[in-house]
């Protein structure tokens, strides 16, 4: 049943990526109109998966793989509808929007050697881990979006680009505000994460954990977080840089997120459920 | 049989000296419409400083040619100057002319605005004294649909094309709202007081105006509810500048590389966006390389306009589809109310025959069949003769005529009582 949703939501999911795309050059109304529709549509679907499969196995559902995939795309996804709400800036789809629904993709198709790769969520800390350190990556996706609207926008007017003129770029405070807002709400909902995911990491893995990739990945990501947090809170750079920061730490964090998804077999508690989630 | 006709000049049929003889305003405008509606059915006088246009339908070709006349007399005009500088257009060419004035595809400025209005009000007037009927009602819904229709779905009015509303929009993208936003005019000319408009116009509430001269200075900060400085002392408003227009005539640098780098550290690196309308130029262009300053000269804002412009050309090819389809339509309504005239007419006389028919059979029985099959047969031959004539001048005008007329409909409807 829930293997038929998910399965459902993938045209929507097709049609969604391929339109934000086509929006991010064409601009035309009636594409974003489709991208968003599509969007709409495949969120409902992922929704109802999530809802039924928490409904089936608890909380014991985020040890199944792929589900990891989807409840960040689903978080990813409601922080771009919110965003989009509340400012109207259609081109942070064009951004957000792929890589949410890339993330549907990958949850979906992450089928058979998913059981080895899940996560050993099985205390209420790994849980509260794995939904903070969501929450941060989602507004730092967000933070992305608006630093990279950002930097074309200043590149536009900077080197007298007829897009210096697009109104649907919005005008670089607006960007800065944005960027600096999810910025800033990321960035406790990522320390807590990481802090969460650090104590578990010290009391349920084996000796020398310390020196793991996975556990190196995601402290050289935070602290990256914290030192572009702290210049910014001292003013000490400009929106120009602070944009270019972010851009790098969403990079990183991404390079983190995969190396743990692809690292975490040794860390697998013996009590995990590894059963795929299309399996059910 | 009615025809639609255009007549007129514009910025591209013929120069401005014989434009503004027939640029006419307010009396003289109303004037020139009365004595047109004298000699046509329907007519709407349209006068721009950049179009005249004279649109009337008339039955005789004739009253065209009193109408050339006419506009001849008006301009003080030659046969070879009136034939130079005007063009004529009939029916489907005219209808396709006057929707692409009105969606301003026929603009010196593709996609403005302006010219709407201007027929808007044109056919007001014409509609208002009674000079028009319900034929150009019906054309002129079309014509506002049509336009409606081009605005919104192309991009025929996307993106500002004078060099004032684009330093204006680059601002806006620079600084969000212009409301608390300070601007210096160094310069204290005609550029610097345009400029100043510009911005007044959208806000902008703080000026300062830098000149040699500290009285014209005076003179225009006052306009604007401004502050006077003199050039010796242009750093001190620099810094709390957020856009700078420059027009003063200089053989050196106003602003050089170095006191822009010495103005922006005073400034804690605020942007600053700094138009340079000066030739030759006021600002050094190594100035722009500072990350938190733009500048932008006369050049830089013309290529944006240029562009902006080459992108509203781009949409006349889709704008002209659209007008050709909504012709066709137009066409197609007209054809559609005459066909549906022809069967009411064969409906009408049918039911007279029949019933007439009925009444003489019934008072004289002694008919035979065959006698009956041979009256009706009379009958019907007459009617079909009757009918044949109107009913084939019709079918005329549907295969001739590309747009119908009211009046043939009208006079058809009375005549049969349809």
């Known amino acids: 049943m829930i293997r038929h949703i998910l399965h459902a939501s993938i045209p929507f999911v097709a049609i969604g990526l391929v339109s934000f795309i086509l929006y991010s050059f064409n601009r035309k109304q009636r594409v974003f109109a489709v991208a968003t529709i599509a969007s709409v549509i495949a969120f409902v679907f992922l929704s109802a998966a999530l809802i039924a499969q928490l409904g089936r196995t608890g909380l014991a559902a985020a040890k199944i793989g792929g589900a990891h995939y989807l409840v960040l795309a689903w978080i990813v996804m409601m922080i771009y509808f919110l965003a989009e709400f509340r400012y109207r800036i259609r081109l942070l789809g064009s951004i957000m929007m792929p890589l949410a629904l890339m993330l549907i993709l990958i949850g979906v198709f992450d089928e058979g050697a998913t059981g080895a790769r899940d996560l050993p969520f099985t205390s209420g800390i790994t849980i509260a881990h794995m939904i903070f350190v969501f929450l941060g990556f989602g507004m730092i996706c967000l933070a992305f979006a608006a630093s990279l609207l950002y930097l074309l926008k200043k590149n536009a007017l900077k080197n007298h680009l007829i897009s210096a003129l697009d109104d649907r770029l919005p005008a670089l405070p607006t960007l800065d505000r944005l960027m600096e807002a999810a910025f800033y709400a990321g960035f406790p909902a990522f320390t807590l994460g990481i802090i969460l995911g650090i104590v578990h990491a010290g009391s349920a893995f084996q000796s020398g954990w310390i020196w793991h990739p996975t556990i190196i990945g995601a402290l050289a990501s935070w602290g990256f977080y914290s030192v572009l947090f702290f210049m910014r809170q001292s003013g000490w750079i400009s929106s120009l840089r602070f944009a270019t920061g972010i851009v790098i730490l969403f990079g990183?964090?991404?390079?983190?997120?995969?190396?743990?998804?692809?690292?975490?077999?040794?860390?697998?508690?013996?009590?995990?459920?590894?059963?795929?989630?299309?399996?059910? | 049989m009615t025809h639609i006709f255009i007549i007129g000049l514009n910025h591209v049929s013929a120069p401005l000296d014989i434009r503004e003889k027939f640029a006419l305003e307010g009396d003289s405008r109303l004037t020139v419409l009365a004595d047109l509606s004298a000699i046509v059915d329907e007519v709407v006088f349209l006068s721009t400083c950049n179009r005249t246009e004279v649109i009337y339908s008339a039955a005789a070709v004739e009253k065209h040619d009193h109408v050339r006349g006419f506009i001849q007399r008006l301009g003080d005009l030659t046969l070879d100057q009136f034939e130079q500088f005007f063009y004529c257009h009939s029916d489907r060419t005219a209808l396709t002319h006057l929707f692409r004035v009105a969606a301003g595809l026929d603009s010196m400025i593709p996609g403005e605005t302006q010219i709407l209005?201007?027929?808007?009000?044109?056919?007001?007037?014409?509609?208002?004294?009674?000079?028009?009927?319900?034929?150009?009602?019906?054309?002129?819904?079309?014509?506002?649909?049509?336009?409606?229709?081009?605005?919104?779905?192309?991009?025929?009015?996307?993106?500002?094309?004078?060099?004032?509303?684009?330093?204006?929009?680059?601002?806006?993208?620079?600084?969000?709202?212009?409301?608390?936003?300070?601007?210096v005019l160094i310069g204290a000319g005609e550029m610097s007081e345009n400029a100043a408009e510009q911005f007044h116009r959208v806000g902008v509430g703080a000026f300062k105006v830098v000149n040699r001269s500290i009285e014209r200075a005076a003179e225009l900060a006052a306009r604007f509810g401004g502050v006077p400085y003199g050039l010796d002392e242009i750093r001190t408003p620099l810094i709390a500048a957020d856009v700078v227009v420059c027009s003063v005539s200089s053989q050196g640098y106003v602003i050089d590389r170095t006191l822009a780098g010495d103005i922006m550290e005073a400034r804690r690196n605020r942007a600053l966006f700094i138009i340079d309308i000066a030739v030759p130029r006021n600002v050094e262009p190594q100035v722009h390389e500072i990350p938190e300053i733009y500048v932008y000269n006369i050049d830089d804002l013309k290529k944006l306009v240029d562009r902006n412009l080459d992108g509203r050309i781009a949409q006349i090819a889709r704008g002209e589809a659209m007008i050709a389809d909504r012709v066709d339509e137009l066409s197609s309504y007209d054809r559609r109310v005459l066909s549906g005239l022809i069967q009411s007419l064969q409906e009408r006389v049918t039911e007279i025959k029949v019933k007439e028919l009925e009444k003489l059979f019934r008072r004289n029985e002694a008919f035979t069949e065959d006698g009956r099959a041979q009256i009706e047969q009379a009958v019907n031959q007459i009617v079909n003769k009757i009918l044949h004539d109107p009913i084939i001048s019709l079918r005329r005008e549907l295969q001739k005529r590309e747009r119908g007329s009211r009046k043939i409909v009208d006079i058809f409807k009375d005549f049969f009582n349809l």
């Not at chain 2, 014509?143 to 779905?153: D, G, H, P, S, V």
């Open chain 1, 252 to 280: 990183v964090i991404i390079l983190s997120f995969f190396l743990t998804s692809h690292q975490s077999l040794r860390h697998q508690s013996t009590t995990d459920v590894n059963v795929p989630l299309h399996s059910r």
């Open chain 2, 117 to 183: 209005g201007q027929m808007k009000r044109a056919f007001d007037d014409s509609f208002r004294h009674g000079y028009t009927s319900g034929n150009f009602e019906r054309i002129y819904q079309h014509m506002l649909n049509t336009a409606k229709t081009i605005r919104t779905e192309t991009d025929i009015g996307k993106g500002s094309v004078s060099v004032g509303t684009v330093a204006v929009q680059l601002a806006g993208n620079i600084f969000g709202d212009l409301d608390d936003k300070a601007v």
